[in-house]
């Protein structure tokens, strides 16, 4: 695995980051590569947006309870002795793909999200730079 130093490096230079495309879904970009992201990367960044979306006013509590649901399900069925996580997924990928402006806040989030979250996020998919 590569050095900590040298992935956090990169996230700051933005070399390495975080996408979303309606059709691939969650993925990490570096250079001419893109990495989809692992189920456990998914919930924490659903949960992390879901967070930033509750201070939106352009959203009703209760379309935001339902992603912040979505997010724990995956989580705790990651958990499970057999996860079975691909419904869940296509079920945050569905919520996402309900409205323009749910896509279009969340590829922005993503272009700003904290450096400091995405290197963690990193570490935890045990990201390699090739």
Do not use: C, H
């Not at 700051?12 to 309606?22: C, D, F, H, T, V």
């Not at 570096?30 to 659903?46: A, C, F, V």
């Not at 509590?61 to 057999?82: D, G, H, I, M, N």
């Amino acid at each position: 695995m590569a050095k900590v130093e040298s992935i956090d490096a990169r996230v700051a230079r933005g070399e390495i980051k975080l996408s979303y495309s309606a059709r691939k879904g969650f993925s990490i970009e570096y250079r001419d590569m893109k990495t989809p992201l692992g189920n456990l990367g998914i919930s924490k960044i659903t949960s992390k947006f879901a967070q930033v979306l509750a201070l939106s006013p352009y959203f009703a509590p209760q379309e935001l309870k339902q992603l912040f649901v979505l997010a724990r399900r995956l989580e705790r069925e990651l958990l499970s002795r057999t996860p079975k996580t691909e419904p869940i997924v296509n079920n945050i990928k569905l919520w996402l793909q309900k409205s323009q402006l749910r896509q279009n806040q969340l590829k922005e989030w993503l272009q700003t999200a904290p450096q400091l979250f995405i290197s963690d996020l990193l570490r935890d998919q045990k990201f390699e730079l090739p």
